[in-house]
């Protein structure tokens, strides 16, 4: 499939953020208007809680630098190698790749890399706002390639922010006591739009160069104000960002790299809070088109299931400090320690194989973007609620107590303290004491610490709560269908020939659908 080629907007910048360094340099001396703690910080990249979710965001420039084939593609619409992450995928291959690439970064990193969001946001968006363009000819469509040729020529990151704070849950947008409880539309001029409101728990927002703010759920026709998408600086006027601490964050504030468990890496998700913030018309995607908010928000739901994948990256890096410390412990090849390394492997890999069974039965839209298999994504997603708990369980089991019980690194550093330390918490005779320290660190980070934000709780909650995946799996799972193929088997009377074959357009038609589909258009 291909996608017309696009001339680029006016917003790009003359030189292209091309390696880590550069991106950390590229969010030096913004005016951003950041809370932590109580303060207002003053540089965010300098700051040490904020610097680990930075390092961790730069490993996707770092990884296209090394690994173009895996964290690059070519863009139509500028004609030159991109970042995937802004790239719009037009074949089934194209969505594997995506998972490899989000695999990968999870395995360098031990944590949410935070650039997924944006990638989710623009494929989504884009057969979204082709439907939209088609249905009721406006032209959101023109304006969003735009968006994305300049986005990509500069190679920024582009964050996604969907939900919304929400207030009174039983309670649709403008039936809300305070209408902010929702973005919205405040105010129309000439120009564009101003919009106000907050969104909750915002992943790599302050790492971002712009935002995409989205409606977060099916809205009607008395929403329609609510029913706004557009693209904004995040360092734009009248946004706050109120940054979320995590569990042990105050390690990274002491300066203390073992007792961080994984000093160089963290995510980030902060509150966004919106005060009349200007969106010109050139970069708004939807403007009161209430019934596209729930393609939208589906559409996109459905990628970023799948691009949970990344846990199993992350997976990977708990599996090998489980088997670490079992080497340092001297006990290896005991075989109920093989057998918990087994299970957990088994699992870590069933997140992997939902996520990327999606992306293979992904599908064609009308616009040429590819859609991930809906079903499939939603599996994985409802998977990644569960398996990384029962891994870190097994983890933890492998550790030992004294992974929380472990003294601090100051001990270790005190002359009478430290000597004792040493020779007590000595495992195998040839492993240095203190890189045993550092592996039970590392899986205390995992599944109590910093990074138990990403790899557990984000998890759970994070592209929706788990009810959300079992809704869409309900949805979807053709339980009349299923009933005839047992009836039939029983020797049940079924009703003529149709029980016998799947409902047109639902998932086992895509089961049954040959794999490679490009003319289904
Ligand atoms: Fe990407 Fe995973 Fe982080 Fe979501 S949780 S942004 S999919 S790394
Ligand atoms: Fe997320």
Same mark, same amino acid.
């Given at each position: 499939?291909?996608?017309?080629?696009?001339?680029?907007?006016?917003?790009?910048?003359?030189?292209?953020?091309?390696?880590?360094?550069?991106?950390?340099?590229?969010?030096?001396?913004?005016?951003?208007?950041?809370?932590?703690?109580?303060?207002?910080?003053?540089?965010?990249?300098?700051?040490?809680?904020?610097?680990?979710?930075?390092?961790?965001?730069?490993?996707?420039?770092?990884?296209?630098?090394?690994?173009?084939?895996?964290?690059?593609?070519?863009?139509?619409?500028?004609?030159?190698?991109?970042?995937?992450?802004?790239?719009?995928?037009?074949?089934?291959?194209?969505?594997?790749?995506?998972?490899?690439?989000?695999?990968?970064?999870?395995?360098?990193?031990?944590?949410?890399?935070?650039?997924?969001?944006?990638?989710?946001?623009?494929?989504?968006?884009?057969?979204?706002?082709?439907?939209?363009?088609?249905?009721?000819?406006?032209?959101?469509?023109?304006?969003?390639?735009?968006?994305?040729?300049?986005?990509? /020529?500069?190679?920024? =990151? #582009? &964050?996604?922010?969907?939900? +919304?704070?929400? *207030?009174?849950?039983?309670?649709?947008?403008? %039936?809300?006591?305070?209408?902010?409880?929702?973005?919205?539309?405040?105010?129309?001029?000439?120009?564009?739009?101003?919009?106000?409101?907050?969104?909750?728990?915002?992943?790599?927002?302050?790492?971002?160069?712009?935002?995409?703010?989205?409606?977060?759920?099916?809205?009607?026709?008395?929403? /329609?104000?609510?029913? =706004? #998408? &557009?693209?904004?600086?995040? +360092?734009?006027? *009248?946004?706050?960002?109120?940054?979320?601490? %995590?569990?042990?964050?105050?390690?990274?504030?002491?300066?203390?790299?073992?007792?961080?468990?994984?000093?160089?890496?963290?995510?980030?998700?902060?509150?966004?809070?919106?005060?009349?913030?200007?969106?010109?018309?050139?970069?708004?995607?939807?403007?009161?088109?209430?019934?596209?908010?729930?393609?939208?928000?589906?559409?996109?739901?459905?990628?970023?299931?799948?691009?949970?994948?990344?846990?199993?990256?992350?997976?990977?890096?708990?599996?090998?400090?489980?088997?670490?410390?079992?080497?340092?412990?001297?006990?290896?090849?005991?075989?109920?320690?093989?057998?918990?390394?087994?299970?957990?492997?088994?699992?870590?890999?069933?997140?992997?194989?939902?996520?990327?069974?999606?992306?293979?039965?992904?599908?064609?839209?009308?616009?040429?973007?590819?859609?991930?298999?809906?079903?499939?994504?939603?599996?994985?997603?409802?998977?990644?609620?569960?398996?990384?708990?029962?891994?870190?369980?097994?983890?933890?089991?492998?550790?030992?107590?004294?992974?929380?019980?472990?003294?601090?690194?100051?001990?270790?550093?005190?002359?009478?303290?430290?000597?004792?330390?040493?020779?007590?918490?000595?495992?195998?005779?040839?492993?240095?004491?203190?890189?045993?320290?550092?592996?039970?660190?590392?899986?205390?980070?995992?599944?109590?610490?910093?990074?138990?934000?990403?790899?557990?709780?984000?998890?759970?909650?994070?592209?929706?709560?788990?009810?959300?995946?079992?809704?869409?799996?309900?949805?979807?799972?053709?339980?009349?269908?299923?009933?005839?193929?047992?009836?039939?088997?029983?020797?049940?009377?079924?009703?003529?020939?149709?029980?016998?074959?799947?409902?047109?357009?639902?998932?086992?038609?895509?089961?049954?659908?040959?794999?490679?589909?490009?003319?289904?258009?």
């Amino acid at each position: 499939m291909t996608l017309p080629s696009q001339s680029a907007g006016d917003d790009t910048p003359a030189v292209p953020i091309q390696t880590a360094a550069d991106y950390i340099e590229s969010l030096r001396g913004r005016s951003l208007r950041v809370f932590l703690f109580g303060q207002l910080v003053e540089e965010p990249v300098d700051h040490p809680v904020i610097r680990p979710s930075i390092n961790a965001m730069a490993e996707t420039y770092e990884l296209a630098r090394q690994q173009p084939a895996l964290a690059t593609a070519h863009s139509p619409f500028t004609g030159q190698p991109v970042n995937r992450f802004l790239h719009i995928a037009t074949s089934a291959e194209e969505l594997v790749m995506q998972n490899k690439m989000q695999r990968r970064l999870g395995q360098r990193t031990g944590t949410c890399f935070q650039r997924c969001v944006g990638m989710d946001a623009l494929n989504s968006l884009y057969s979204t706002t082709y439907d939209m363009d088609q249905q009721l000819g406006t032209d959101y469509h023109a304006r969003l390639v735009a968006f994305i040729t300049m986005a990509q /020529r500069a190679n920024l =990151v #582009i &964050g996604g922010a969907m939900t +919304d704070v929400k *207030g009174d849950r039983s309670k649709a947008p403008h %039936q809300q006591a305070d209408p902010d409880l929702f973005v919205h539309v405040v105010k129309r001029t000439d120009d564009g739009v101003f919009v106000s409101g907050a969104k909750a728990h915002q992943t790599g927002c302050i790492n971002s160069h712009w935002m995409i703010i989205m409606p977060t759920m099916r809205l009607g026709p008395e929403d /329609r104000d609510y029913a =706004v #998408i &557009g693209a904004v600086p995040v +360092d734009a006027e *009248g946004i706050t960002y109120i940054y979320g601490r %995590q569990s042990c964050d105050m390690r990274a504030l002491h300066g203390e790299s073992l007792d961080a468990g994984n000093a160089q890496f963290a995510g980030q998700e902060a509150m966004v809070i919106l005060e009349n913030v200007f969106i010109p018309w050139r970069y708004l995607f939807m403007d009161g088109e209430f019934e596209f908010a729930a393609p939208l928000v589906e559409r996109f739901t459905c990628y970023h299931r799948r691009s949970y994948v990344c846990k199993s990256g992350v997976g990977d890096v708990l599996i090998g400090a489980a088997a670490t410390i079992a080497d340092y412990n001297g006990v290896p090849k005991v075989s109920h320690i093989r057998d918990k390394l087994v299970e957990m492997t088994h699992l870590n890999e069933t997140i992997y194989g939902t996520g990327i069974a999606a992306s293979y039965q992904g599908y064609p839209t009308q616009s040429g973007v590819y859609q991930p298999d809906d079903m499939l994504a939603n599996v994985c997603k409802h998977h990644v609620t569960k398996l990384p708990y029962e891994i870190g369980r097994l983890a933890q089991d492998l550790a030992g107590g004294l992974m929380v019980t472990l003294p601090s690194e100051k001990d270790l550093d005190n002359p009478e303290a430290g000597p004792l330390l040493r020779k007590y918490l000595k495992g195998r005779p040839e492993i240095d004491t203190v890189d045993r320290m550092r592996i039970l660190r590392l899986i205390e980070n995992m599944t109590l610490g910093r990074n138990a934000v990403g790899y557990l709780t984000e998890s759970m909650h994070g592209a929706g709560s788990p009810q959300a995946q079992r809704i869409l799996i309900g949805r979807q799972m053709e339980a009349d269908f299923r009933k005839d193929l047992a009836k039939r088997l029983a020797g049940v009377e079924v009703d003529g020939e149709a029980g016998g074959r799947p409902p047109e357009g639902g998932y086992m038609s895509r089961v049954f659908a040959p794999v490679d589909r490009k003319e289904d258009g």
